[in-house]
């Protein structure tokens, strides 16, 4: 669900994710954007973990995500 659309600069909603297991995790994501030298910076913010383990296993995760969509996008995929 969409907490907050603040167009052209911050994108906040909540995000569940079904685990391999069958349990559900849920928490926030905030996409924030600035202009920066004629392009535009994006800063993403994940909150709400309840472990480290979960979080790091994101930090992990989301790298990998953004490269596979940026393929995805440019036509390399």
Known sequence: ????????????????????DGSTLTFETEFLFEPQEGRTLMTVIQRGFPTAELRDEHRVGTPRAFGRFDRVVTGEA
Request: no cysteine; aromatic share 10%; glycine share 0%.
């Open 1 to 20: 669900m969409f907490r907050v659309i603040d167009r052209p600069r911050r994108l906040a909603f909540d995000t569940t994710e079904t685990r391999l």
